[in-house]
């Protein structure tokens, strides 16, 4: 059956220049790290969104990565559902059924489902605890354990680059990620028939709550970025890339100099389709506050400092309808 969908929801066929390529080897080699702190300043500031090449990511742990994800979602529902993300608690990790998040729920259901884990911790706190990781399929939680470390080792490296790109000691958002918030979150995004809407597509407008994602997506596209004019540009899939982009956390950081830009995803492709994001936040208590070198005296910073872990939170009461259950009872 062919796949259509309305004129509001067509994205613009530009040639992804519009999203840049960085090499990224010279940042983690050190033999030109200036190159790509420049590189990458320039990009948060006009796009907020790039791949990355030579990311040094074993491409057989992504591909296994993808086996596990896929093998994951097959299971029967019943099996999936008794990781539900509602038995975490406040740990807030596990399987998250289709239509349980809706990202931007005033105008469309999400199409998809998700399975989401952190960093395994025996202690709960918001956002920390045990992960609830699935029997099967075997080397599951192997495999995806050392995934989530070669995200977050990458993410650490951008993340010095970004403080350098603004004038900052390159250790500065580091000293605010000892214990960092993160997820690493399986997406399937199932095939959608016929015309599809904007009451109903695999992921809704957004833009992503935390400091930096680090997202895989397969060979099947529907990855749709929003450029400054309001046009949805097409971020399609490239070979051996990770796609980067700031959230919500930068833009505060920077005074609204970086920017956190909407995307969604709505799969056109006919197939089921299958993404990997990395979120790294900060430490739960860490204040977001402006940072030296984007405040200015003539304007102000229009932002009231706020604690990572508390604004997190409030966007998932947003998104998830667990949660406003749980807040209406
Ligand atoms: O699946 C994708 O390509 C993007 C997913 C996304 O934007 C998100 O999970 O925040
Ligand atoms: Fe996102």
Known sequence: MSVTVEDSLQSKTTSFNEIPIVDIAPLLDNSNPMKVVQ???????????????????DEQLIKEAYELTEAFFLLPFEEKNKLNIIHSGQTLRGYIPMYAENVDPENTRDF??????GQDTA??????????????????KTIFEQYHHAMLGL?????????????????????LQTKPIT???????????????K??????????????????????????????????????????????????????FTNDRYISTLHRVINTSGKERYSLPFFIDLDYDAKV????????????????????????????VDSYTHLQTTLRE
């Open 112 to 117: 998809k489902e998700c399975f989401d884990f």
């Open 183 to 197: 997820i690493q979150r399986l997406l399937h995004y199932p095939p959608q028939q016929g015309e599809i809407t």
């Open 39 to 57: 590189e990458i300043g320039y990009i948060c500031e006009h796009i907020g969104f790039l791949y990355i090449k030579n990311h040094g990511v």
């Open 123 to 140: 202690e709960i706190s918001p956002f920390f605890g045990p992960n609830l990781m699935p029997q099967q399929p075997v080397h599951f």
């Open 199 to 252: 009451e109903e597509f695999g992921i809704g407008a957004h833009t992503d709550y935390g400091f930096l994602t680090i997202l895989s997506q397969d060979a099947n596209g529907g990855l749709q970025v929003q450029n400054r004019n309001g046009d949805w540009v097409s971020a399609p899939p490239v070979d051996g890339t990770l796609i980067v982009n700031i959230g919500d956390l930068v833009q505060t």
């Open 289 to 316: 506050k402006v940072v030296p070198t984007c405040r200015r005296d003539d304007t102000p910073s229009q932002y009231q400092s706020y604690t990572c872990g508390q604004h997190k939170y409030k966007r998932f």
């Open 155 to 175: 993410a650490r490296q951008l993340i010095r680059a970004i403080g350098l790109s603004l004038g900052l000691p390159a250790d500065y958002f580091a000293k």
